[in-house]
């Protein structure tokens, strides 16, 4: 992937429980063990909000299969960041993200911003689940998965309106 085909940011979770403490090596063991050639996200933001690197920007994702407002999948033009986390106790999905890992979240997704700029959206795994209806959103009754279990549009809508700035240019 070249750096000019970067125009969107998918934001996922590892699906694992709450305070289950799991690193880049770890997803990517998963990955591999699922046919992968390696971790499929470029970024992995551990409990203690370290930013562990994964699959070089320079490959083609495989965090996110669907098709992106360019009508090719989001492997091929998107940068993948997945938190630790995502599931309660029991296995249900919850924004189990701690203080680090936010400000962390917070400080990449707008780092990232700032070095490409055709960046057009920053969305969640579950907003890239295709729109059903056709009325122009994916709603909740449309998601595929309820990865990264909080909303990344509500979480950073300086960035949405980044985006749709440079979008009008």
Known sequence: MRADDIDAIVIHCSATREG???KASDIDKWHKERGFKMIGYNYVIDLDGTIEMGRPLSMD???CSTAGVSGKSYNKHSIGICYVGGLDCFGNPKDTRTRAQK???NWLVHDLLADFPNIV?????RDASPDVNHDGKVTQNEWIKLCPSFDVRAEFPMSICIAKERKKL
Not at 121 to 125: D, K, L, P, T
């Open 20 to 22: 289950q403490d799991v």
């Open 103 to 105: 400000i962390t979240m």
């Open 61 to 63: 994702g495989a965090h």
């Open 121 to 125: 959206e920053v969305i969640g795994h």
